[in-house]
Each structure stands twice: as C-alpha cells, then as structure tokens.
C-alpha cells in the first residue's frame, strides 16, 4: 500500500513503516526520544515497537493509565512535569504508541511543551488507525465532555501498522468498525456494500478497508481542514454518540461505553432522524438498525436518560448561536450538515432505537 500524504505529514503502512521511521530518525537531529504509552500499550505494544526502532538518541518511556477517563488536562500535566524532569526540549521527539486517547492527548502534550516539539503517532488500534490518525485533532476531555480542549496539529509521520491490531480484543475492533461503518454511510454505497457481512471480516481482510477509510478521511479533511462546511460530515452519529458516551461515562449506575458502540447508537438514531425530516428512505433506516443491532447489540437506554442525554446536546462542538446542529443523510453518501431537529423527534428515536 502507498503511503499517504496527509496535513503536511505523512502515513506509511505496514512493511513500510519501520524503514521510514528509521530513517526519519537518522535525518532528524533529536535530542531525545519519549515515548508516550499506557499500562496496556506498555504491555503489549510497545516491545514489538522498541525492537524494529534503530536509533542511538537517548529513550525515555512515559507510561498513563488507560482509558477515556483519563483523557484529561490533569493527565496533561503529568505528562508535561516528567518531560520537563527528564529534560526535554524544543528538538526532543514524542512518538505516542496507543489508541485514541493516547493519539489525542499525546498529540496534545506534544503541540503545547514549549509551544511545540515534534511528535510521531503509532495508533495500536482499529479506531484509532481510521479516525485519529488524519486530521489533525488533538486533546482531552473537559470532565465528561468530550473533545472540549485541545488544537488541530499534524504528527510528522503516522505509522499504521495493523499487526498491532492482534493485541486487541473483539469489543476494541467492534468499536474502530464504527467509523468505518460511518465512512461509508457518508460517502457512498461502494464502500459500505462491503461491510454486508461484518461477521466474515477478520483482521487479515480489514487492511484494505482500513487504506481506503483513510483515504475517504483524509479527501474530506484536505477540502476542509478547519470543519467549516465539509468535514462536519465525519460526525455523522457523533452528536448523539458523543452525548450518549459522556452520560454513561459520568453515571455511576452505567456501565462505560467505548466511543464506537456509543456512536453505533448515535448512527441509528441519526439514521430515523434523517428518515422523518430528510426523506432518507425508511427502510434503510429498518435495515441499518437491523444491522448494527446484530453486531453490536443493544446498550439500555431508559426514559429517564432521555433528559440528560438531551441537555448535553448544548456542548456539542458544531453547535453555534445557540443552535444544536445535526449531520443527517438524504441517501448513503449524501449528506446534510447544521440540520436542526426537535427534542420530540430525538424522544421518539430513542424509542424507535428500543424497540
């Protein structure tokens, strides 16, 4: 597979990897290498990782606990005090090995350590590989509300290697099939025809899938790097999903949802909001729910969760003027963005959703 220029940076695949990154290395003068990981990544990553890097420059390894819950500044500012401890600088290199979280908040940390230093990202996981590694989003959450601090910045080099994907388990690959799911919804029925059969997919046939679902992110973001028009559309699901993530986050009596079965929900109920006010054909609406229901399941969502999930609606970051914008569909492939929708239509697509 090619590699991929996006943002000023650039992806490399698989074989080609770690040759690039090596030889990145040699180009660059660094003065030391940090390597940002959590206790998962640490495990299981990171010595795959370490044995194909070739490099004299001194490595440090940064390890954070895993998990969106610690997706926070305060996480930031543990990261900041060791690489000011250890002696970073402005040519020090942070190369973050993990999924989002570790993507967002490393890139984050990078961008900001003294007005910015240079950074790498390995994502290690299927999400994070299609949706964190184009376009540039970094940071953290603001308590349970997601993605409310943070910068657009490029990593100097993407490695998407997908033999990391073997570390994963099923409910980590069900979630990163979300927004390939989603890329397909929003750009056409030839790539999402091939998800038909999601039980047939393993990680040996997922490669050129996930080639193509970063081309499809990075078309969208190279029209509109700054989501002004365009790129709204990769949050097709998110307004709802990302409501429904950050309540079950925040809810002591809920069990914590991964971003894409959160965004399974959000994409099934954008589908009927679509369905009765954009004359996206009913039916497909029937046959995607069917079809997200048999891979992912059902979350419990009870009528007193409605209110909560509603008034989180307002912090939105597509939001303006007071409004609360939605990604809707008129077909698959064919997009509408700042769609305003009524509270009682979201009630009945969560009843729709339960039944």
């Known amino acids: 597979m090619n590699s991929i220029t996006a943002n000023n940076g650039i992806i490399h695949f698989n074989d080609v990897c770690y040759p690039s990154i090596n030889e990145h290395l040699k180009k660059n003068n660094f003065s030391k290498i940090f390597i940002l990981v959590d206790n998962n990544t640490h495990e299981h990553c990171l010595p795959y990782f370490l044995q194909r890097l070739e490099t004299n420059v001194v490595i440090e390894i940064i390890e954070i606990e895993d998990g969106e819950i610690n997706k926070t500044i305060d996480t930031c500012v543990g990261v900041w005090e060791t690489l000011s401890e250890l002696d970073a600088d402005r040519k020090s290199l942070l190369i973050n090995v993990g999924g989002g979280v570790i993507t967002d ?23 994070s590989m299609v949706d964190a590694s184009v376009g540039g989003k970094t940071g953290v959450d603001l308590g349970h509300l997601k993605n409310q601090i943070g910068v657009i910045s490029t990593p100097d080099i993407v490695l998407i290697d997908t033999n990391y994907l073997k570390t994963l388990p099923e409910n980590q690959l069900r979630s990163g099939l979300a927004e390939m799911l989603k890329h397909g919804l929003i750009t056409g029925e030839t790539y999402w025809n091939k998800f038909a059969n999601l039980d047939a997919l393993t990680i040996n046939n997922l490669d050129t899938l996930i080639y193509e679902s970063v081309l499809i992110k990075k078309d969208v973001v190279d029209k509109d790097p700054r989501e002004n028009g365009l790129r709204k559309t990769l949050n097709f699901g998110h307004t709802l999903g990302h409501a429904i993530e950050s309540y079950f986050l925040s809810s002591p009596e809920k069990e914590t949802l991964l971003h894409g079965e959160a965004i399974a929900v959000g994409m099934v109920l954008a589908c009927y909001l679509s369905s009765k006010t954009s004359g996206f ?66 009630l009945d697509a969560f009843e729709y959703y339960k039944q």
């Open 105 to 127: 908040l490393g890139g984050f940390v990078a961008s900001t350590f003294k007005r910015g230093i240079a950074y790498i990202n390995i994502p290690t996981t299927l999400l």
């Open 281 to 346: 054909p009913m039916e497909t609406t029937n046959s995607i729910k069917e079809q997200f229901s048999n891979y992912y399941g059902k979350i419990t969502i009870e009528n007193k969760d409605y209110a909560p999930i509603i008034e989180l609606l307002k912090y939105d970051k597509k939001n303006n003027h007071g409004n609360i914008n939605f990604v809707l569909l008129k077909n698959i492939g064919e997009t509408l963005i700042d769609c305003k929708v009524e509270d009682q239509l979201i």
